[in-house]
């Protein structure tokens, strides 16, 4: 188990290689320039050629990308080139902690809907549980946050006025961009544990829990809920990180000072650095959550060995 | 004596509140500022932030479209135009104590123009002596600018040619920087923690993304007239989550998304916070006199006189914006009164007869025809409305394309686009800015491409004329040729914008995005 460890994580290294290889040379070939565009005042000739200097984007791509490397793996990320006081280390640990705690809290949501939902539709199955639980799993993964967010603003901030409307700091402001995010995942979650479920409570040794007269309850969290929520478990890790990693519409429509919604502005405004620097990082924890999920995979199931 | 004191006591208890009443504002902005430095700032959003932080040699009256004293209390000119010179207050402070001086002003052109600082404002200064030589590289000796500090109180400048304007253009560069903070500080200086300003306000938070938080400065020359004790600006990219923020009592003034207009001039209580604002900028269709069709001037002519712009903005832009048929905006100097009659008027038969003198009479026989604009909701709805009107009107079918904004530019400069969209903001309220820096045949931006060495003559000549009324005439006669006789360009409105704010907000509206907060005032 050691060794399998040992060696996913040396994959990561050329893995990581590849990805920043087509990210720099596919940013470098979409065309426009972090300061071309005619905005209302966009720049003069001499201006741009200054700039391109201050920031050596007039050097060949090949030796932009070396150069790039070089500074990356002595943990330099490099500068952004719309601020000129923050680095792209800088911006990552100001922002990235904010779409943790947006993950994580989402996350929650999920699990805290989406379980329930899944184990109810379950023992409830072809009844009137299982079609509302169904219903509600298929508009979350239908309706998307760009519709929901607003909704939830305009019923819960202007008609209830019980919650704020938008931005980042007290718990009160976490509630609905959570809720928005993570009610996708919530019907993912509730889809996984129904169907794992229904497997599970099909099986003999729940049958014998039944025939030695154990409650029902007893029966379902007891014995059937711990072999059902396996996949489910397993799930996880890439779950958090696709939601850690995927909050750029929240983010936008909640005002919050993440790390999706600093990626899709760098994006759009050729923030070389703090592109390669996003990429870069989404990849390791992807890698990452994929390696855990493994793991924890091999450590629930006994079976299950990887030589 | 006892119950006088105690009624005295009370008194006072319910009454210092009221007295200790701090005005505050919340705001918003869409984006978080690049910077805070005025030497390096060319984001239009952001100019009303170094405003609240500093003073520059010179204010605008935008009512009077007029630069007003700041720093500098007074300025005058040589009789050959070329030599401004500028008296400084004494009582300017900075918040570390120190007086700003004329040292403080040279320091900063220079580092404006120092290539290794790479500003974007560089070429804002091209027209002092000596400046574009040092910023492109051509020559090293920072000396060799027409820059001069007189004594401690005055600084001079001399310039290449006579400009009629330059003391609105200093507003942009003319704001003075701590030498000793950024020095100390580089690229961090202007972080909360280390900035040094002269300002009406002082800089006491700056969140990321989130918020700026500004506090009164009470050092600054003018406080006395500085109402708003604490201003907050939260940064909101979305338009929609700022009118909920809005509507929920979290901001004071806010900006109506184009898709809101109509619902905020129905609702009895938000249509009395409504009003119009117009801005100084232009929006306008430009088009590549060289490609065919458009190199027919009476091609040209038929799409502007086949584009009712009256309906324009009232179903589609909605912003209140005012219809033009000339460019330089309303506003500005040397812009054409509608009086004048100057342009291409909406008239659906002449554009049909300017179409047949070209030879497609009721649009036979025309090859492929693109409208380009860049990627927005609302240039679509644009760009889709005068698509119907060219249709309805000339018989014409035009294929309507957008592009990434980043990538439109490149693509127009590369004379691929028969003709676009384009907008076009000027920070110096006068016709040269728009005339002379977009139509000029070799120093303009050179996307018409067209030539009329007498337009060129006339931006040229009103460049250094220095009579008022002379310009006037010159930009007149300019425009004509530009969008009359050749049509090279069709303005289509200057821009305006509908904004909702609260009551015990007093404020005013700038027409070119340099709010000044320190002349507002909130009512409790």
Redesign the interface.
């Known amino acids: 188990m050691a060794s399998y460890i040992i060696r996913r994580l040396l994959w990561t290294i050329p893995t990581l290689l590849v990805i920043s290889a087509i990210s720099f040379f596919l940013m470098h070939a979409v065309?426009?320039?972090p300061?071309?565009?005619?905005?209302?005042?966009?720049?003069?000739p001499?201006?741009i050629?200054?700039?391109n200097?201050?920031y050596h984007l007039d050097e060949p791509v090949w030796k932009q990308f070396l150069d790039y490397l070089w500074n990356a793996v002595r943990g330099d990320l490099g500068p952004s080139y719309?601020?000129?006081?923050?680095t792209v280390n800088d911006?990552i640990a100001?922002?990235l902690p904010v779409s943790a705690l947006l993950g994580l809290c989402a996350l929650a949501v999920a699990m805290a809907i989406g379980i329930p939902l899944g184990i109810i539709s379950a023992m409830r199955q072809n009844r009137a549980g299982d079609y509302i639980g169904m219903f509600v799993a298929v508009s979350g993964v239908s309706v998307p946050e760009m519709t929901l967010g607003?909704l939830l603003?305009?019923i819960f901030?202007?008609r209830l006025?019980i919650l704020?409307?938008?931005?980042?700091?007290s718990w009160q402001q976490i509630i609905l961009p959570a809720f928005t995010l993570g009610f996708g995942s919530a019907a993912i979650l509730a889809r996984l544990t129904r169907a794992s479920m229904l497997q599970v409570i099909r099986e003999d040794y729940i049958r014998t829990a039944r025939a030695k007269g154990l409650s029902e309850r007893r029966v379902t969290v007891h014995h059937a809920l711990r072999n059902a929520l396996i996949p489910v478990v397993t799930v996880i890790g890439p779950l958090f990180a696709a939601l850690m990693t995927g909050s750029m519409i929240v983010e936008?429509?909640?005002?919050i000072?993440g790390m999706g919604?600093?990626f899709v502005?760098s994006v759009?405004?050729?923030n070389y650095p703090v592109i390669m620097g996003t990429v870069l990082l989404y990849a390791v924890f992807l890698i990452i959550a994929n390696l855990v999920v493994d793991i924890m995979y091999a450590w629930l199931d006994p079976r299950i060995r990887y030589n | 004596m006892r119950k006088y004191r105690l009624v005295l006591g009370i008194l006072a208890a319910l009454l210092l509140p009221a007295l200790a009443f701090s005005a505050s504002v919340n705001l918003r902005m869409r984006?978080?500022p690049?910077?805070l430095?005025p030497t390096?700032n060319?984001?239009?959003d952001v100019n009303f932030l170094d405003k609240m932080l500093f003073v520059s040699l010179v204010d605008f009256d935008e009512e009077k479209a007029m630069p007003t004293p700041d720093l500098a209390k007074s300025w005058d000119v040589s009789a050959d135009g070329k030599v401004w010179t500028f008296q400084l207050r004494k009582d300017v402070k900075w918040t570390n104590g120190r007086i700003v001086t004329a040292r403080d002003v040279e320091y900063s052109i220079k580092r404006i123009l120092d290539?290794?600082v790479?500003?974007?404002?560089?070429?804002k200064l091209y027209m002092v002596k000596g400046a574009?030589a040092v910023?492109?590289g051509k020559s090293k000796d920072m000396g060799s600018v027409g820059i001069k500090v007189v004594d401690d109180w005055t600084i001079q400048f001399t310039l290449n040619n006579p400009l009629a304007f330059f003391a609105a253009q200093v507003r942009v560069v003319g704001y003075p920087v701590p030498k000793e903070t950024v020095e100390k500080y580089g690229?961090?200086?202007?972080?909360p923690a280390n900035i040094v300003s002269n300002g009406p306000y002082i800089l006491k938070e700056w969140?990321?993304?989130?918020?700026l938080v500004f506090a009164k400065n009470p050092d600054y020359y003018d406080a006395k007239n500085v109402q708003i004790d604490n201003v907050t600006v939260?940064?909101?990219?979305?338009d929609?989550?700022a009118m909920?923020?809005y509507?929920?009592g979290?901001l004071d003034t806010v900006d109506v998304p184009s898709g809101d207009i109509d619902r905020v001039n129905r609702d009895p209580v938000l249509s009395k916070q409504a009003r119009s604002v117009g801005q100084l900028?232009s929006y306008m269709i430009q088009v590549n006199t060289k490609l065919p069709p458009m190199d027919n001037p009476n091609v040209r002519k038929a799409l502007a006189a086949a584009i009712d712009k009256e309906s324009l903005v009232k179903y589609i832009a909605k912003g209140g914006q005012t219809p033009m048929d000339t460019l330089v905006p309303l506003g500005c100097f040397g812009a054409v009164p509608k009086s004048a009659g100057v342009g291409i008027h909406y008239d659906p038969a002449a554009a049909k007869e300017y179409l047949r003198k070209a030879g497609y009479p009721d649009g036979k026989g025309l090859p492929p025809l693109e409208f380009n604009f860049?990627t927005s909701e609302f240039n679509r709805s644009v760009a889709e409305a005068i698509q119907q009107m060219w249709k309805k009107n000339l018989g014409m079918d035009v294929a309507v394309k957008n592009y990434?904004?980043?990538?439109?530019?490149?693509i127009?400069v590369s004379g691929k686009l028969q003709y676009w969209r384009?907008?076009?903001?000027a920070?110096v309220p006068d016709a040269d800015s728009f005339l002379y820096a977009i139509a000029h045949t070799k120093y303009g931006e050179k996307n018409l491409r067209w030539e009329r060495t007498d337009f060129d003559a006339l931006v040229e000549k009103a460049q250094v004329e220095m009579n008022p009324e002379k310009r006037r005439q010159m930009y007149q006669q300019a425009e004509k040729i530009l969008v009359e006789d050749e049509a090279a360009i069709i303005p289509l409105w200057s821009y305006a914008y509908v904004n909702l704010t609260k009551p015990s907000l007093t404020r005013q509206y700038s027409r070119m995005m340099i709010d000044s907060i320190k002349n507002w005032k909130v009512t409790k």
């Open positions: 065309p426009g320039g300061f071309a565009g005619p905005d209302l005042s966009h720049l003069a001499e201006v050629e200054n700039l200097k201050y719309l601020e000129r006081n923050r911006i100001q922002h607003p603003i305009w901030a202007l006025k704020p409307v938008a931005q980042w700091g936008q429509v909640f005002a000072p919604r600093f502005w759009l405004n050729r | 984006i978080n690049d910077t430095d390096l060319y984001t239009s290539p290794a790479a500003s974007p404002l560089g070429n574009e910023n492109t690229n961090k200086w202007y972080e969140k990321p993304m989130d918020r939260f940064i909101v990219e979305d929609s989550t909920s923020m509507e929920a979290q900028i860049n990434e904004g980043k990538v439109y530019w490149d127009i384009m907008g076009f903001a920070e």
